[in-house]
């Protein structure tokens, strides 16, 4: 603020503080262009995170649908292959991508159980004082631990349960009832409940407080789970396991009785599981696709403060809707996207791309041999599907087909960064889907160069852990857009010093223009008083 002394149309009658504002106003035009130019970058960059952030969740949502783990794999995905239980008051079973298809024989002879111990009655005093009582529990391995510090019944849950890792023991306790539950955490023989000192009889003796039935050196033991899988017999200590890419649960023993576990392609789980990724695929290529063809209106640019307030809150809206518009028209990063992923998409997938044609994967190298095709020119590079084709691809060799869509390559991703000669293999050897998710991730980056990462930096590490390594160690996290904007500040800055300076020097000049007519005002008063004329 200026600390000039300002006086305002007392001698000349004129609005002073009016004209210098109409005159500052015109002064103003490059100051608004700046503000404009700025106001654009930073809407500039909301658009681009906004891409950024459809692109990752499009990422996320997939993988997590598709069961797509750390390097590409889907080994665990339950849905390409499907289990049936010939009695699933038995077992249950569900199948994973490396189960054998095929029917499995199972004979359920005992199924794992824990120790379970309880007080047979209710607990007379569940307030009763436990203070400076000892117990000591034993490990399966011998080594003894000491519970004590404790007062009361809560308290000895707690302590108990501060050790349940190395005893492999859960307390607790049932004011409602006033029952206290000893449990071992596991199943299986190697898993007991053994009390090896109990210097206050909490647990052990004919009156004891918790009044359980455990008594001292004895062992108390879970069981064993044994199943009978296609011939082999298998000691489990839980019921629920995975053997041979199989999911199963027990539920009850059935000694002597084979049953049976029937493992075949699930084709219309596959088939749903591609369709719904290639959905997601053509909203998110339908959203790129529209922002590089809105329409920019170059009429409508940034409205300043004053034309703000100058308009109601909807014409405001509806302006800077406009003015927003087609700022990414014809934009590079998002059509290098485009123009990436498509033809990543057709590009055939090699088992071993050193050996050229012949390392071609067997089964199915392009994505048109599984009945997936880019539209009409119209759909710009949204996927099309032969729904027949599909099914009868799964159907004849889903292995072929989920090699063609997640193959990995043995090419490390830091070997691929250092060489460009391995990087072309690496690509060649990855699967369709997964050369995606690459060439988004690499879009991801570029638009992050240009624009930062707004919010999203943490949703975008979770799309890939190192995704913003170079952004930081390159740039220090300074976009392009990030500079273009500093710089504009400083341009800013500068003007708003030159308008203080033009303000000021405005008023000057009027203030000694006012100082001059008071002045002259003043003599003429005194030469009229002087002639009598003031008589």
């Not at 007080?119 to 004590?148: Q, Y």
């Not at 039935?213 to 298998?234: C, P, W």
Request: charged share 30%; aromatic share 6%; proline share 1%.
């Amino acid at each position: 603020m200026s600390n000039i002394m300002r006086i305002s149309g007392m001698a000349t009658g004129m609005d002073t503080e009016s004209m210098i504002k109409q005159l500052m106003d015109a002064e103003k035009i490059r100051l608004n262009k700046y503000n404009q130019q700025k106001q654009i970058k930073k809407w500039t960059q909301e658009a681009y995170n906004n891409i950024n952030k459809d692109i990752a969740n499009f990422i996320l949502d997939t993988k997590k649908e598709l069961g797509v783990g750390f390097g590409g794999s889907i080994s665990s995905a339950s849905w390409m292959k499907k289990a049936t239980s010939s009695d699933t008051n038995v077992f249950d079973a569900t199948a994973t991508s490396s189960a054998v298809s095929g029917t499995h024989s199972i004979e359920v002879r005992q199924i794992a159980s824990n120790v379970n111990k309880a007080s047979l009655s209710e607990i007379d005093d569940p307030n009763v004082d436990l203070s400076g009582k000892v117990v000591k529990f034993k490990t399966s391995s011998g080594t003894e631990i000491t519970i004590d510090g404790f007062s009361n019944i809560n308290e000895l849950v707690n302590k108990i349960n501060e050790h349940s890792d190395e005893l492999k023991i859960k307390a607790s306790y049932d004011s409602n009832f006033k029952r206290f539950f000893l449990s071992t955490t596991e199943g299986g023989e190697e898993n007991i409940i053994q009390i090896s000192e109990d210097n206050g009889n909490i647990f052990t003796g004919a009156s004891s407080i918790l009044k359980t039935d455990l008594t001292l050196n004895e062992q108390y033991k879970g069981t064993n789970g044994e199943v009978v899988f296609d011939g082999a017999v298998i000691t489990t200590t839980k019921n629920q396991f995975t053997i041979n890419g199989i999911n199963i649960d027990l539920k009850s023993a059935d000694a002597g009785t084979v049953h049976t576990i029937k493992v075949d392609t699930d084709v219309d789980g596959v088939y749903d599981k591609i369709k719904g990724f290639i959905d997601k695929y053509n909203e998110l290529i339908d959203k790129l696709n529209k922002k590089i063809s809105e329409k920019r209106y170059r009429d409508y640019q940034p409205l300043t403060d004053e034309q703000k307030k100058a308009m109601d809150e909807d014409t405001v809206k509806l302006w800077e809707e406009k003015a927003k518009s087609g700022l990414l028209r014809n934009d590079e990063h998002i059509t290098r996207i485009l123009s990436n992923t498509r033809s990543g998409l057709y590009e055939p997938v090699y088992s071993d791309y050193d050996a050229g044609d012949s390392g071609k994967l067997s089964g199915f190298s392009f994505l048109t041999e599984i009945g997936i095709t880019t539209g009409t020119y119209q759909e710009k590079g949204k996927l099309k599907i032969d729904e027949t084709k599909l099914k009868d691809a799964i159907r004849e060799d889903v292995d072929g087909v989920i090699n063609l869509l997640f193959n990995t390559s043995d090419v490390t991703e830091s070997e691929a960064k250092s060489d460009p000669d391995k990087a072309k293999e690496r690509r060649a050897e990855t699967g369709l889907i997964n050369r995606l998710y690459d060439d988004l991730i690499s879009g991801m980056k570029s638009i992050i160069d240009k624009s930062g990462t707004g919010d999203n930096a943490s949703l975008y590490r979770q799309v890939k852990s190192t995704i913003l390594i170079d952004f930081v160690t390159k740039s220090g996290s300074i976009s392009l857009l990030d500079k273009d904007v500093i710089n504009i500040e400083k341009q800013i800055s500068r003007e708003n010093d030159r308008l203080n300076r033009v303000e000021n020097r405005y008023w000057r000049q009027f203030t000694a223009l006012e100082k001059a007519m008071s002045k002259m005002n003043s003599q003429s008063s005194w030469l009229m008083s002087q002639m009598g004329m003031g008589m």
